[in-house]
Structure formats: C-alpha cells, structure tokens
C-alpha cells in the first residue's frame, strides 16, 4: 500500500502540492490527471524522492520512505519511468 499524508512539494520558495493526502491500497490502478502545470509530475517525482517533501509524509509498504535516497525507494518496489526516456524499446 502507498500512503501520503500532508505532502507539501515545491521548488524554491514555490509550492506547487499543497498538503496532498492519499491511499493507494495494492493492487489498485490510479491515474493521476489534470491539466498542464496542475503538479502532476512534481507530484510522481516526490513520491518517487526525486524531489524532496517540503512537508509531508510518504510510506510504501508500512515504511516511511519521505526521506530515503531514490535510490533505497527503487530498492523498496517503488519506482518511477518518466514518459519517452526509451526504457522500453519496441
């Protein structure tokens, strides 16, 4: 399961997530929608811990992962593939 609490994420002084709270239960299928600039991609990206929360908690799997280095959340299961990076080749 993936549970957020209260994610504030931004760049620089600018807030972009304000307070994004949600429960993604396993197995689900959740799309994320909105128009340009609604904060899709910053959204993904703190999850994911490419960005870093200004404030807010994210956990996957019952464990706090808001603070780990991508690199320890990819280990945990979680990843995230940006649309056309070509990692998958057809």
Known sequence: MLEINGLCLGYGPIR?????????PEGSIVALLGRNGAGKTTTLS???????AQAGTVEFQGRP???MGIDKTSRSG???????????RG
């Open 78 to 88: 979680l990843a995230y593939v940006p649309e056309g990076r070509g990692v998958c």
């Open 16 to 24: 972009v997530v304000h307070e994004l709270s949600l429960e993604v």
């Open 65 to 67: 992962i808001t603070k």
């Open 46 to 52: 703190g999850i994911a811990g490419l960005l870093r």
